[in-house]
């Protein structure tokens, strides 16, 4: 998405994965390099939220006004997200047919281009997970067929900002 110069601008997602390959490193090279056609997942039209969530212990000291609190053991959150069924597409097929045997590395791509090649300067999201269920809906008005995915992360999320593509 475009703007006229002195309003917002938005900027396009791409979401890439591969069947039972994990990323083992989340910095700028893993993202360039695990971003390329091949990986791309072709029609997403929304995905869930982007966050990591910490729990807080509370800690009560007799004859202090007001408990402290302590950072506790982060949450990977579930990762959703829907695309249109290519019956066609390899990518959706292995996606609507994974085995739940292994994780999987995820990458989204926020840049300021369409299509499946990162612009000259992206922010990537990084993490890995599993898909633990996938779901194909269909019959609507416009006949649009649905593929739900929902994918339990097994790492935090790591954003890296701005990397020059080479």
């Not at 982007?50 to 053991?73: C, F, K, M, T, Y």
């Not at 739900?148 to 097994?154: A, C, G, I, M, P």
């Amino acid at each position: 998405m475009t703007a006229p110069i002195g309003y917002l601008s938005g900027h396009n997602s791409g979401l890439y994965t591969k069947s039972e390959t994990a990323l083992s490193t989340f910095d700028s090279e893993a993202a360039v390099s695990f971003c390329i056609p091949d990986n791309f997942v072709e029609g997403v039209t929304e995905f869930s939220a982007l966050s990591n969530e910490d729990s807080i212990q509370d800690i009560a000291i007799i004859g202090r006004p007001v408990v402290d609190h302590v950072i506790g053991q982060g949450s990977a959150q579930e990762f959703t997200f829907s695309m249109v069924m290519d019956f066609d597409s390899a990518t959706a097929v292995a996606l609507r047919d994974d085995k739940r045997a292994s994780d999987r590395g995820f990458v989204v791509a926020f840049d300021n281009t369409t299509g499946d090649v990162v612009a000259d300067s992206a922010t990537f999201c990084m993490f890995n997970g599993k898909i633990t269920n996938t779901s194909v809906t269909g019959g609507s008005a416009d006949g649009v067929v649905t593929l739900e995915v929902t994918v339990r992360r097994s790492t935090d999320i790591f954003w890296v900002d701005k990397v020059l593509v080479p």
